[in-house]
DNA sequence: GGCACGTTTGTGAATATTCACTATCTTTAT
DNA sequence: ATAAAGATAGTGAATATTCACAAACGTGCC
């Protein structure tokens, strides 16, 4: 990531713009206002909205990809691993509740198809995550092997999802850790093995 | 639901442009072109673009509303009911594509209260039938009770939820009811008690 | 030290386009 | 004749982007 410091201090104000206003109030004005110059001096660090958006999304990206290899990294029981996993999203989410629109737009609302590849790879790195977490755990006997691992990460990404948009809908005004901890109790009751 | 026909045709007009080009597409220009009339003359039948999103979603809620009542009250064990509500709900979607920009974008993409009421509105409705089955069959013995009937809600209609909205990112190119059907044979293998 | 020269980062005005919406006229059906 | 349903031609506001230009700063040269 060759980012230089004023354009990352675009894309955080951009990323604040989002939290606070959401994407319909993403303007080349309103950026330029938070950053407390024209908005004609934002194409001197970008080339379009769009290129701020895309490198917004890939320095997330990136992030998020840092994260969910060092909570793989730091224990070998796969429960533990998958407890880590989702903990640790929920905690990145809280931090950076903007990239919440990334998560639920999917293509739904940017027409651009630089955009929206951005968060497919973005999706596509968590799932591969988990994935390998889950067949992991039905190797050793600790998960169901009864649901197919690509199925049960299915339905773990739906129900995570789930709650990120109820919580984001709610103003994000329940505390996401506390109801993410019950979720995940609720998905291991589901899917662990009683040995 | 007092609607007129010419209005009726709109809503429908209104939602095949979402279902063709998305939300951002669906501009008045666009709306009226495709009902082969002006712009102005839509306003002869609605007052707003936003009360034609509102009648187009409250309709959906009333066809929504209508379908699960009668889904449930067809069958008598929970686990049918939970395997009629889903899969009715796949057919549904499968009939009406567009009616899933309602689902996802839920108070993401548009700035109206009156149409992000509606749309919760929707989510509630379909809750509602989900808890009430589901209960059922904890009470019965037919599914754990390991996990509050909401929880498990929450779990099924995420993985739902997550379905449609791949469906709808891949162009609706796979089958969505037998993926669908698959979902829910895996959720059922889940949660129900082996006997 | 002073000076020409290029780069970076900004400004303010102007661009074309799109949007939802409206005032005013005309057609059409009953 | 009347009222509903349409067409024409506009409105103002918002959008992303581009333009010519300028202040500040560093760098090499005499």
Redo the contacts with the bound molecule.
Sequence with gaps: MEL???QLEIITAAGEILTEHGL?????????SK????????????????E?LVTMLRYLAADMDKRLRQAIQNAEDPVVQLKTVLSNQFSFFKRNPHFLIAIFSEGLMEDSKVVNESIIQIMDIKKSYLVKVVKKGQADGSFTPGVPAEELVHIIMGSFRLLLLQWWFASKSFDIKQKGEKLIHNLLTLIKLKK
Tied chains: 1, 2.
């Design positions: 230089k410091e004023r319909a109030q993403l303007t080349t004005k309103r950026l330029a950053m407390g110059f024209s908005e004609s001096a934002l194409y001197r660090h970008f080339s379009s909205k769009e701020i």
